[in-house]
């Protein structure tokens, strides 16, 4: 498989990218299921692989952890008990969150629709739960980005998130956005007190028969 894959791509993939391009495949309904895969953790070391297609590459920490946002769990590999598959997310959760975002990116100007993931705004290692309001949609691109470090989101989906960017290295933010609406004071006309005036814009035509 990863020979079909640097093939594919014309060049030696990073085992960071050979996983982006087994756990994706293309979707009908924009929810991007991973195609068959597993990631494993070594009970002795707690280092972590994924499996797929006869192979098993090693996984960082942070490539871990996006993984295991949106996922299912089959329990220990070790123990004769079969236990079910427990989603990481529960469905009828999922399919709101993907409904509510639009089943699109929601980091602000971006609006992709491929390859989505969802996020949870607080990780579950830090106490975040299954909440709606804890739940986004993020496109692969992004959603690598956050776990690298370079995005960090806050606040409460969908329309009270702070999203901040930073450069691999910088501590201070270059960028920060929200998706707050917008919000637009009305425009008041300025009265005009001489007699006879017209709206601005237009002009003032003579009344038929006057003098």
């Known amino acids: 498989m990863r020979t079909a894959c640097d093939d594919e791509r014309g060049e030696r993939l990073s085992d960071d990218d050979l996983v982006d391009v087994i756990v994706r495949e293309p979707s009908g309904d924009g929810t991007s299921r991973p195609c068959t895969h597993a ?8 280092r972590s692989s994924l499996v797929a297609g ?26 004769e008990e079969v236990e079910p598959l427990k989603a990481t ?26 390859n989505l993931d969802l ?18 949609v993020l496109c692969s691109g992004h959603h690598t980005t956050l776990h690298d470090g370079q995005l960090a989101i806050t606040g409460v989906a969908p329309d009270r998130l ?4 930073r450069r691999a290295g910088d501590d201070e933010p270059h960028l920060v956005l929200t998706s707050a ?30 003098g």
Not at 97 to 102: C, N, Q, S
Not at 119 to 127: A, E, I, K, L, T
């Open 39 to 46: 990631v494993t953790t070594c009970r002795i070391c707690k």
């Open 162 to 165: 702070v999203f901040v960017f």
């Open 181 to 210: 609406p917008v919000q637009f004071e009305p425009i008041e006309e300025e009265e005009d007190d001489e007699q006879g005036s017209v709206p601005r814009g237009t002009e003032s035509a003579p009344v038929p028969g006057s």
């Open 119 to 136: 996020h949870h705004v607080v990780f579950r290692s830090r106490g975040g739960t299954h909440a709606m309001s804890n739940l986004v």
């Open 89 to 114: 997310i529960p469905h009828p959760t999922r399919r709101r969150v993907f409904i509510r975002d639009r089943f699109a990116c929601v980091v602000p100007g971006c609006r992709s629709g491929r």
């Open 54 to 79: 006869g192979m098993e590459v090693p996984l960082t920490q942070a490539a871990c952890e996006r993984l295991l946002c949106d996922a299912e769990s089959a329990g220990d590999l070790e123990r």
